[in-house]
């Protein structure tokens, strides 16, 4: 389980330069067609969805704006963006943060995230294809094989990817990025759930019902193993916040750091 973060300080210390050099290592260089601006945006977000930057931790502009080596602008850009999307907190007289995670907004994420995804599992029990369904097996192999090697964070992209596949086979794959649009705060708690002793095991058995009812093309069993799939997020919001209290904000919490 992860650690809880240090209480939040007003005037954060700057960050370290073995700190500085990880970010400009893992920030990826500007692509064709993207701007600065999207690109800084894409990664902060990446870090700040995969716990990497964890709820709490102070967002340097000025260092970022170095690591990337551009002006401050479009940093600033790409943090206000974060922000409306409830990624990042800034607070005027304090400083600009990792948005700890809603409590009180889970439960509506996770039951809009379930409505779409029942729409599109019994979509792809209908319509699934022999390749498809091989597909689908073996993203579950995959996920064998990272649970093995202990990897938390490739196993949440190969649950992703698994879902995606679902869309995909749903012919549908637009369902999938609206999901993936108002579940980014849950897949921050998902995260804090992984390491859970058993969990991983219990999401591969739950994701070979899932296939196993989509390669029988029957609608029904899809939607119903979806919904137990899915209602284990309904079931530890509870856990998880008691045992990351500093990661998570109440429902009406709305009060600078202290």
Do not use: C
Request: without cysteine; neutral net charge.
């Amino acid at each position: 389980m992860a650690e809880p973060v240090a209480e939040r300080n007003p005037a954060p210390a700057a960050p370290t330069r073995s700190r500085r050099r990880a970010t400009a290592a893992t920030a990826r260089p500007v692509q064709r067609g993207t701007t600065v601006a999207a690109t800084i945006y894409r990664d902060l977000r990446n870090e700040i969805v995969s716990l990497r930057r964890k709820p709490g931790e102070p967002i340097a502009e000025k260092l970022i704006a170095q690591d990337y080596g551009v002006s401050r602008t479009p940093v600033r850009e790409a943090v206000l963006r974060l922000a409306d999307e409830g990624l990042i907190e800034i607070f005027p007289q304090s400083g600009t943060f990792v948005a700890r995670i809603p409590l009180g907004a889970l439960p509506e994420a996770i039951a809009i995230r379930k409505a779409l995804e029942e729409a599109t599992v019994r979509y792809a029990a209908q319509r699934a294809t022999r390749s498809q369904v091989a597909k689908l097996r073996a993203n579950l192999e995959l996920q064998r094989e990272l649970e093995a090697a202990g990897d938390f964070n490739g196993f949440h992209q190969a649950d992703e990817s698994f879902h995606a596949l679902i869309a995909e086979t749903a012919g549908y794959p637009g369902f999938w990025a609206l999901t993936q649009q108002v579940k980014v705060q849950v897949d921050r708690f998902r995260l804090l759930t992984l390491p859970v002793l058993g969990r991983v095991p219990a999401v591969i058995a739950e994701h070979t019902t899932i296939v196993e009812a989509i390669a029988n093309h029957d609608p029904d069993a899809a939607a119903k193993a979806l919904d137990v799939h899915l209602d284990y997020l309904q079931v530890t919001i509870s856990d998880a916040q008691k045992a990351n209290p500093l990661y998570f904000t109440a429902p009406l919490d709305d009060k600078a750091p202290a």
